[in-house]
C-alpha cells in the first residue's frame, strides 16, 4: 500500500500564505510521475473536499470555486513531489489538507477517484 507524506502546514493569520509538498517515502520506490495528483482538505464535521488536481505531466490543472485565483497545484516529477502554495488564506481554508494519487482520469475532484493518500497535514488560520 503505498502511502503518501505532506509536510508543510501550520498556523497563520489571516492573508497570510502557506506551500504544502507532498511525495511518497523514498524506500517505498514509487515515482509520481505518471499519476494524477491532487489535494484535498476536512474539516472537522464536513466532507473531504477536492481543492486541486493536476495531470501527470502537469499540462492540465483545476481547482474548487472556493480556492481559484488563490491556490496554485504544481508537481516537480524530477523531485517526485506534488504542491499546493496557498496564498491569501482565509479561516475557511482551515482543515486537514491531503494529498492522494491515482492511476487513472475522470471527476479528479472526487475522492472516490484516489486510491493512495497520505496521513495528512493540518493547516489552520486565524482571523
Known amino acids: 500500500q503505498v502511502q503518501l507524506v505532506e509536510s508543510g502546514g501550520g498556523s497563520v493569520q489571516s492573508g497570510g500564505s502557506l506551500r504544502l509538498s507532498c511525495q511518497p517515502p523514498?524506500?517505498?520506490?514509487?515515482?509520481?510521475?505518471?499519476?494524477?495528483m491532487a489535494w484535498f482538505r476536512q474539516a472537522p464535521g464536513k466532507e473531504r473536499e477536492g481543492v486541486a488536481y493536476?495531470?501527470?505531466?502537469?499540462?492540465?490543472?483545476n481547482y474548487a470555486d472556493s480556492v481559484k485565483g488563490r491556490f496554485t497545484i504544481s508537481r516537480d516529477n524530477a523531485k517526485n513531489t506534488l504542491y499546493l502554495q496557498m496564498n491569501s488564506l482565509k479561516p475557511e481554508d482551515t482543515a486537514m489538507y491531503y494529498c492522494?494519487?491515482?492511476?487513472?482520469?475522470?471527476?479528479?475532484?472526487?475522492?472516490?477517484?484516489?486510491?493512495?493518500w497520505g496521513q495528512g497535514t493540518q493547516v489552520t488560520v486565524s482571523s
Open positions: 523514498t524506500a517505498s520506490g514509487y515515482n509520481t510521475r505518471l499519476v494524477y
Open positions: 493536476i495531470s501527470p505531466g502537469g499540462d492540465t490543472t
Open positions: 492522494a494519487a491515482s492511476w487513472r482520469g475522470g471527476d479528479l475532484l472526487n475522492y472516490a477517484a484516489y486510491k493512495y
